[in-house]
């Protein structure tokens, strides 16, 4: 082949744009929504400080949540730049369009150009990258503002849920962050919501939001909810893994009032509690820190496919006292199905035991959740006996030999002023022996999905189809990733939805082919010679343009396994018309993220 010097640069812009796709597709990092109406009060060094706690625990960047008309915001921007430029971390700013109304499109534009040309400015493909909580009412203003700032678009707007979302203002986004980090219906926490944006997103790259906790009492904001926390930080970071998003959102940073804080305790933040009316201040003393020990780990795996272990780790979570306590205090929260545990993660080489010892009475605990092959994290919960409160220790042993414990808080009946904190003690400890690197045998390119579930109808079919690796995100939520499991032997068998239900077909004909045709669900065709089992279409795609658009509207999965869940909906139904929380990186979005999607 001739090279003319036009194909010459034919090629090279070939190249070029190839190598574009290559840094965009290693372009995951993680970022950490930062209030800053609780850093009205921070010098420099309060941001100087946190910052270096992120930058420790892997973080990319602080998402900047900013409400309208905050006076106090000026300087506080300023201040943490002039932090974030010193220490070398990233920021971008979350335009907030619920705490205290729109912003105006001047106004973002004039935040965007003082410092978007800052090193501090988190940039990706070169610009500068911007989100926002909540706005879709005013997603017309963004095409001027992109034209006039150049930047990367990636708002939250749950309330309308992924679809609406992405076609709004002429499909003005360039990707979309989703606010549903917290099971809603009692059940641990799935993915179909964030299937829905990876579906909806045709392409676009998805900020997928991971937190620990929810629990919130001001009733100056009419918040008073608290959520199914307890195992949320280990199981999400499994379904981050999986899911391999091209973000992760850590909600929150240090947002006290509704207890999902991973930063550092600040006296100087906990203004929320007054402006809040919250009877009493629930965070204070009670630190989150050990929410951050194991962030380098997981962050590494899902930014890098591996991550490695020098020195093991325990942290230990739960609430200090039990859910009965203090009847007289609890308020209409509106999930109650929070457990009464100690909840355990331990970053270890290999297999250990677990022992719980609660007011000096020690007793075995087990793993729920085990690395597969042995080095990584491993997972447990510890449902305690109501009789028999007190201090607590979570130890972990090897060969009969201790490597780590957690002396924890009391757990007890006594309430401050009648009022049960539902708000999480965290506590973390290090084995103190350092080793040279180990690291999971199989990098996460390696590995698929070795465990998995789905809702209603879908559960038994999803058990059986993930654990060999096929566990569409439509239908199913994968719960571990290991080596691929040998797969039965084929029978060959052709299985079809017995329904007619497209979006049974993937799973019926994997789960024929194998030989576990539920016959509750599948029909299976003895006859039938296959080379391959049938998996599309995917899940819930359906055969035809109707059939999607049915589908799509926002989730194709809440069409299935979510549409069962109504309760929840009425719950949300209350929650929206409790509308009023300045600042609150408002719950009641989040129930409009569902109620968007139910009616
Ligand atoms: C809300 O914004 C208005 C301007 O629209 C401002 O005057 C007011 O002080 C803001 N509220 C708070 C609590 O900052
Ligand atoms: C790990 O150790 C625990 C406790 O000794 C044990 O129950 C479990 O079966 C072990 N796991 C493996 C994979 O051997
Ligand atoms: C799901 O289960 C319900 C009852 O449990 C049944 O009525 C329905 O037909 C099932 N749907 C499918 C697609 O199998
Ligand atoms: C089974 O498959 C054969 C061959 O493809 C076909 O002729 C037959 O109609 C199928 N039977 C059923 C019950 O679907
Ligand atoms: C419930 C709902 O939002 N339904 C919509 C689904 O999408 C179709 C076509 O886009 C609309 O016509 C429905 O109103």
């Known amino acids: 082949m001739e090279l003319t010097g036009v194909s010459i640069r034919r090629h090279l812009i070939i190249l070029l744009q190839l190598l574009d796709l290559a840094s965009h597709a290693s372009a995951k990092a993680v970022f950490a929504h930062f209030m800053m109406a609780n850093a009205a009060q921070y010098e420099v060094d309060d941001f100087k400080n946190d910052i270096s706690l992120a930058k420790g625990s892997h973080i990319d960047a602080f998402a900047l ?50 410092y978007s040309l800052s090193s501090a400015h988190y940039k990706y493909g070169g610009k500068p990258f911007v989100s926002t909580f909540e706005g879709p009412d005013n997603a017309g203003d963004w095409s001027e503002i992109k034209e006039q700032t150049g930047c990367f678009f990636v708002p939250d707007w749950s309330s309308i849920g992924a679809q609406a979302a992405f076609q709004l203002a002429g499909g003005v986004v360039d990707g979309l962050f989703s606010w549903a980090a917290w099971p809603t219906d009692g059940q641990p926490m ?78 100087k933040g906990y203004g929320v509690f007054t402006t809040g009316k919250a009877p009493y201040n629930y965070a204070r003393n009670m630190p989150h820190d050990g929410w951050r020990l194991q962030l380098p780990y997981v962050i590494d795996l899902y930014k890098g496919g591996t991550a490695s272990i020098t020195e093991e780790n325990l942290v230990v979570w739960y609430r200090t006292q039990p859910g009965t306590a203090c009847a007289e205090g609890q308020k209409q929260y509106k999930d109650r199905s929070f457990q009464d545990r100690i909840f355990f993660s331990a970053l270890l080489r290999s297999n250990a035991s677990v022992k719980v010892s609660i ?73 103190g022996t350092t080793f040279s690197p180990v690291a999971p045998k199989l990098s996460l390119s390696k590995q ?43 029978t060959y068998e052709k299985g079809t939805p017995k329904s007619g239900d497209e979006s ?32 599309g279409p995917p899940a819930c795609v359906g055969n035809g343009d109707d059939d999607r658009a049915n589908l799509h509207n926002s989730s194709c999965a809440t069409s299935g396994p979510h549409a069962q869940t109504t309760h929840v909906s009425n719950a949300f139904k209350q929650a929206i018309t409790s509308v009023g929380a300045p600042f609150g990186i408002g719950f009641f979005i989040y129930a409009g993220i569902v109620f968007g999607f139910y009616f």
């Not at 335009?95 to 004039?110: H, K, R």
Request: charged residues 20%; glycine residues 10%; negative net charge.
């Open 65 to 114: 949540n900013m409400a309208y008309g905050v006076s106090t915001s000026e300087q506080a921007v300023a201040n943490v730049f002039n932090a974030a430029e010193s220490l070398g971390f990233q920021l971008f700013f979350s335009f907030d369009y619920a705490g205290n109304g729109s912003w105006p499109q001047s106004d973002v534009i004039a935040f965007l150009q003082k």
């Open 190 to 267: 799935d993915t179909y919501i964030d299937a829905s944006y990876l579906d909806n997103l045709k392409g676009k790259p998805y900020l997928m939001p991971a937190s620990p906790w929810f629990y919130a009492d001001m009733p100056g904001y009419d918040k008073d909810w608290a959520y199914h926390g307890d195992d949320l930080w280990y199981s999400r970071w499994v379904e981050v893994a999986f899911l391999e998003p091209e973000w992760v959102e850590i909600i929150s940073w240090n947002d006290y009032g509704e207890s999902h804080y991973i930063g550092p305790l600040n006296e």
């Open 359 to 431: 007011d000096g009475i020690e007793k075995d605990a087990r793993w729920e959740f085990e690395p597969n092959g042995g080095i990584g994290i491993y997972h447990g919960n510890f449902d305690f006996d109501h009789d028999h409160l007190g201090e607590t220790t979570v130890s972990i042993s090897r060969d009969g030999e201790e490597t780590v414990h957690v002396n924890g808080r009391a757990i007890t009946e006594t309430c401050t002023d009648g009022f049960a904190n539902f708000n999480a003690w965290v506590g973390s400890a290090t084995s």
């Open 448 to 490: 698929v999905c070795i465990k998995g579930s789905g809702s209603a109808n879908y559960t038994e079919l999803c058990e059986t189809t993930c654990r060999y690796g096929y566990c569409p995100i439509d239908t199913c939520c994968c719960t571990a990733m290991g080596a691929q499991k040998k797969r039965p032997k084929p």
């Open 504 to 535: 049974y077909s993937g799973l019926c004909s994997f789960a024929c082919y194998y030989g576990f045709c539920l016959e509750a669900t599948c029909s299976g065709n003895q006859t039938a010679t296959h080379s391959h089992p049938h998996l």
